[in-house]
């Protein structure tokens, strides 16, 4: 598969300029296919996991699961704030200002976390969303600090049919919940089945006119 092969290239790339790479993985179908790839080239390449409190049981398990099975080195970020403390303060703030709850939950913890690398491995994919139409399989990524980082997409062009094709013929398990009905899987309060099969990201945020948790805004981070 020619796809494969293009992929493979871009992280040996990566891996061989950058001296700090890591991986951020939700564990969606995409993200299990660059961890498989990238953990072939670098077996102790970080996997940062944005550990936010809101996750689908089935997510935390899978995680736990993948690890046992795969031995990868997971990195756990959380939020300053736990979860009852948030709504503590705020209320539920995914219910009434989600973009805040990314910007807590997600875009704070994994930035700051993202200063110790030059090179961030994403699962990526234009296929995904509207906003990801003209995603490059290597970006420059700027963070609020000035820090920049090269932004490494390696599936940028796969559809999700590919992906499911390549963890097929790996005989890599994926997340149980795309047989109910998901395609892009976030926060459980925050992802709901698409309401447009033609768009997997037409379930999460819905109502709320948002696409972007504000981690990935290509090339435009900080």
Same mark, same amino acid.
């Given at each position: 598969?020619?796809?494969?092969?293009?992929?493979?290239?871009?992280?040996?790339?990566?891996?061989?300029?950058?001296?700090?790479?890591?991986?951020?993985? #939700?564990?969606?179908?995409?993200?299990?296919?660059?961890?498989?790839?990238?953990?072939?080239?670098?077996?102790?390449?970080?996997?940062?996991?944005?550990?936010?409190?809101?996750?689908?049981?089935?997510?935390?398990?899978?995680?736990?699961?993948?690890?046992?099975?795969?031995?990868?080195?997971?990195?756990?970020?959380?939020?300053?704030? #736990?979860?009852?403390?948030?709504?503590?303060?705020?209320?539920?703030?995914?219910?009434?200002?989600? #973009?805040?709850?990314?910007?807590?939950?997600?875009?704070?913890?994994?930035?700051?976390?993202?200063?110790?690398?030059?090179?961030?491995?994403?699962?990526?994919?234009?296929?995904?969303?509207?906003?990801?139409?003209?995603?490059?399989?290597?970006?420059?990524?700027?963070?609020?600090?000035?820090?920049?980082?090269?932004?490494?997409?390696?599936?940028?062009?796969?559809?999700?049919?590919?992906?499911?094709?390549?963890?097929?013929?790996?005989?890599?398990?994926?997340?149980?919940?795309?047989?109910?009905?998901?395609?892009?899987?976030?926060?459980?309060?925050?992802?709901?089945?698409?309401?447009?099969?033609?768009?997997?990201?037409?379930?999460?945020?819905?109502?709320?006119?948002?696409?972007?948790?504000?981690?990935?805004?290509?090339?435009?981070?900080?």
């Amino acid at each position: 598969m020619d796809k494969v092969k293009s992929a493979k290239t871009f992280i040996q790339e990566a891996l061989a300029e950058g001296q700090k790479p890591c991986f951020t993985c #939700s564990f969606q179908a995409e993200d299990l296919v660059v961890l498989h790839l990238l953990l072939e080239e670098k077996p102790d390449v970080p996997v940062v996991f944005l550990d936010t409190g809101y996750h689908f049981p089935e997510v935390y398990a899978y995680r736990d699961a993948l690890k046992e099975r795969l031995g990868f080195r997971l990195v756990n970020l959380t939020p300053s704030l #736990s979860r009852e403390e948030q709504e503590r303060l705020y209320g539920r703030l995914y219910e009434t200002d989600p #973009s805040r709850c990314c910007q807590i939950r997600k875009v704070e913890p994994l930035f700051q976390a993202l200063e110790g690398y030059d090179t961030w491995f994403t699962g990526l994919r234009r296929e995904q969303s509207p906003t990801r139409a003209h995603l490059k399989p290597v970006e420059e990524a700027i963070l609020h600090s000035g820090h920049r980082l090269k932004k490494v997409s390696p599936l940028y062009d796969w559809t999700l049919k590919e992906v499911f094709a390549y963890l097929a013929v790996a005989g890599l398990p994926y997340l149980p919940l795309y047989d109910q009905g998901y395609l892009s899987i976030g926060c459980a309060p925050c992802t709901a089945k698409p309401l447009d099969p033609q768009d997997p990201r037409s379930g999460r945020w819905t109502g709320k006119g948002k696409l972007e948790c504000g981690i990935h805004l290509h090339g435009k981070e900080g």
